[in-house]
């Protein structure tokens, strides 16, 4: 599908990575972790970015740098262990405040994975806050493209105020938790949602993920992660730190076999 209006030239700019799927990001069947698909569409927006000349080097020169807001993940097909996977990624939105930028995931063989979206923000490395996109962001945006959601992909998951069956952790923060921003990296937020979850990954995962991302946990914290029943059964994720709510997520699972969900 071409979106593009009669006057404006047309720009897919876009990025394919390829990923084999290593012993060290499967879990005990053989398959690939959630954690390690997202920590592939992060390195492809790393290295899009920078190829765009919007890398964290560009940022810096204007004392920013870019942070995960929201994603949201579906997964239809969990690939293994020698697995190659692709994954396509393209900005589809670049406004103010917040770009997005879409992913699709395939196999070798063009078969599907699974699709995500993405939202980034500008922080301000001196006030730690969100600040607004510099002018060189100027108009990269594919619009050749079809996002992978139509509408807007991005809802608001809440935790509930009276949660049901809920399981709670806690995690210290390591020094190999921190990114190249000095904070916690955003899928190490995952990994800790994922070991409260009340399945077993070897016969549910997740189907579906949205996640937003609320403040920075650092080197040294203490966080706690909560996982809560709702009533339609998808799970509502909570990791705080003592003074602030870090992410609020929801997840949806389904029975897997042989690598799909049903």
Not at 77 to 89: M, N
Not at 193 to 217: F, G, H, L, S
Not at 232 to 240: E, F, I, K, L, N
Request: aromatic share 10%.
């Amino acid at each position: 599908m071409n979106y593009t209006s009669n006057t404006e030239p047309q720009r897919d700019t876009h990025l394919v990575q390829e990923y084999s799927v290593r012993t060290y990001e499967c879990g005990p069947d053989g398959f690939i972790l959630l954690s390690q698909l997202c920590n592939y569409l992060q390195e492809t927006a790393s290295v899009h970015a920078d190829i765009l000349g919007l890398s964290k080097d560009a940022l810096a020169g204007y004392n920013l740098t870019w942070v995960l807001a929201r994603m949201r993940v579906r997964v239809d097909r969990y690939p293994k262990w020698r697995d190659e996977v692709h994954v396509l990624t393209f900005p589809h939105k670049m406004g103010k405040f917040t770009a997005q930028r879409d992913f699709v995931l395939m196999l070798k063989d063009g078969s599907n994975v699974g699709v995500a979206s993405s939202e980034w923000m500008c922080l301000d490395l001196a006030t730690r806050r969100a600040a607004r996109l510099p002018d060189i962001m100027g108009n990269c945006a594919n619009n050749v493209r079809t996002p992978v959601w139509p509408g807007n992909a991005f809802t608001k998951p809440v935790y509930p105020d009276n949660p049901v069956d809920e399981t709670e952790k806690s995690f210290d923060v390591y020094q190999a938790h921190i990114d190249l921003n000095g904070h916690v990296n955003n899928v190490r937020y995952i990994e800790w949602m994922m070991e409260c979850a009340p399945e077993t990954p070897t016969d549910r995962k997740v189907r579906e993920m949205e996640i937003v991302y609320r403040a920075e946990a650092f080197l040294g914290e203490t966080v706690i992660a909560r996982c809560a029943v709702l009533p339609d059964g998808t799970r509502a994720h909570r990791v705080s730190a003592p003074s602030r709510d870090l992410i609020i997520a929801r997840t949806k699972w389904q029975d897997m076999k042989n690598g799909h969900l049903f």
